[in-house]
């Protein structure tokens, strides 16, 4: 199935307090350009959830955002610097014996001795970095999911409306075809009225005319334009069914259909095949704005 380059998908989960939510959402671009928006001490996991992101979009503007609260309290650890505490310890003694203390309280000591700079350091413990990385992958492939399956609903029906004008220039092909052997005959009755209003009582040369008539339907035939025509039709649609990336290979058949039409309408020098043609090159401009939004 074709994807729409333009998607939103959501994924969220909680585990061990911790709630992780991911969210995708994507614009058109010519390529796959992706951005991630998450907190910097989780940026160790960037560069994988890129790679799973590129696993998964061929092309487009993809913007990432990852939120992670913690939902309870986080852990601390609390460490004493063994030697500087003696050394300050020792400075304290010192202190007390020249106020010509006897006796030294521990307990005051103790306090004192939290105050000094360095004595107590309290660090944030470590996360499992291996642990929450998994986690985050895990997430953004909910995510994905989600984003992929917005994608292909509304791929679907682009694909349905570009198969519907497809269908409508099939016929408008076929309606120039049919009109194309009356041109001629049309042309060839004209230049016969003109010859004889002009030879008047002459015979009219019927070599000459059938000369003329033979030089005229070969300027305006569109036979190999409507065959090739008919042919990209058939790519269009087996690309269609095929699935996948496939919207910059429809982009570049899209310019053939146009390159068929515009020939076909600088032949044209009838009326109702220019109507045709006009109408032709207004399906292939709509296919054409569906085509610039198909991954």
Known sequence: MVKSMTGYGRGEQTREQTTITVELRSVNNRYLDCTVKMPRTYIFAEDAIKERVQSRVARGKVDVFISVVQTGGEAFSVTVNEELAKAYMEALRQLYELEGGQRVRMDYFSTDLARFPDVL????????????????????????????????????????DILSRADAIEKLTGQI??????????????????????LQNTQVDEGRLLTEAAIFADKVAVDEETVRLRSHLAQLRELLAQGGAVGRKLDFLIQEFNR????????????????????LKAEIEKIREQVQNLE
Do not use: W
Not at 181 to 198: G, I, N
Not at 260 to 279: F, L, Y
């Open 121 to 160: 350091t309290v660090e944030k413990q470590p996360e499992d970095q291996d642990a929450l990385k998994a986690l985050l992958m895990e997430v953004l492939d909910t995510a994905l999911d989600d984003f992929d399956a917005m994608r292909c609903r509304e791929g679907g029906r682009m694909a349905q």
């Open 177 to 198: 075809e049919e009109r194309s052997p009356q041109t001629v005959a049309d042309y060839r009755a004209r230049l016969e009225s003109k010859m004889r209003e002009v």
């Open 260 to 279: 068929e039409a515009n020939t076909i309408g600088s032949k044209c020098n009838d009326i109702e095949n220019t109507r045709h043609v006009v109408d």
